[in-house]
T-cell receptor
Framework: DTAVSQTPKYLVTQMGNDKSIKCEQN?????MYWYKQDSKKFLKIMFS???????INETVPNRFSPKSPDKAHLNLHINSLELGDSAVYFC??????????????FGPGTRLLVL | SQQGEEDPQALSIQEGENATMNCSYK?????LQWYRQNSGRGLVHLIL?????REKHSGRLRVTLDTSKKSSSLLITASRAADTASYFC????????????FGKGTKLTVNP
């Protein structure tokens, strides 16, 4: 049983297109995250939601819009894709926001390639 | 700027040897965590050490934390080829924002 799942696993698209990545967790966690991992393996947080409420919004272009229909789902929509958006996007969840409960569970990643 | 910095960036050892990876950070923390990432996969949590703890063990893993030096180390004893992966430290800032801040990672290769 997959704890945190993401779809699609691979996404190849043209510049200027709009695409979405979906994430679901079946752990009953309150908090979900989106991370971007670049080609140098640097992992940077993009967004965090707690019980469907936006908690963290790092300096991310507004072409990126997260949506949380319920606390088990956090989707990421990207408008007008650019070459620099090519990366691996990871979804993660944690039990809640309390620091000692911030152990995070990661999805397998979505490899986005913008041509 | 980035919170955690691991060193070395890459480490290659023989099976059976011990592997030590270090992490330094810049601000006061609530806890520090280590994660492993196998090639092409998501990160997997290994161990969490709180700011009031100095050492923690989990199986073949030993983590130390020195808050005076703002550094942590991860020791993997009796390494196996299956330990080949990238290892990341991540910190939760004390009294700060809710996010987990990751370092750049150490790429460990264990040769059979």
């Amino acid at each position: 049983d997959t704890a945190v799942s993401q779809t699609p696993k691979y996404l190849v698209t043209q510049m200027g297109n709009d695409k979405s990545i979906k994430c679901e967790q079946n752990l009953g966690h309150d908090t979900m995250y989106w991370y971007k991992q670049d080609s140098k393996k640097f992992l940077k947080i993009m967004f965090s939601y707690n019980n469907k409420e936006l908690i963290i919004n790092e300096t991310v272009p507004n072409r990126f819009s997260p949506k949380s229909p319920d606390k088990a789902h956090l989707n990421l929509h990207i408008n007008s894709l650019e070459l620099g958006d090519s990366a691996v996007y990871f979804c993660a969840s944690s039990q809640d926001l309390r620091p000692r409960r911030k152990t995070q569970y990661f999805g397998p990643g979505t490899r986005l390639l913008v041509l | 700027s980035q919170q955690g910095e691991e060193d070395p960036q890459a480490l290659s050892i023989q099976e059976g040897e011990n592997a030590t990876m270090n992490c330094s950070y810049k601000t006061s923390i609530n806890n520090l965590q280590w994660y492993r990432q196998n090639s092409g996969r998501g990160l997997v949590h290994l161990i969490l050490i709180r700011s009031n703890e100095r050492e923690k063990h989990s199986g073949r893993l030993r983590v130390t934390l020195d808050t005076s030096k703002k550094s942590s180390s991860l020791l993997i004893t009796a390494s196996r080829a299956a330990d080949t992966a990238s290892y990341f430290c991540a910190t939760v800032r004390e009294g700060g924002s809710e996010k987990l801040v990751f370092g750049k990672g150490t790429k460990l290769t264990v040769n059979p």
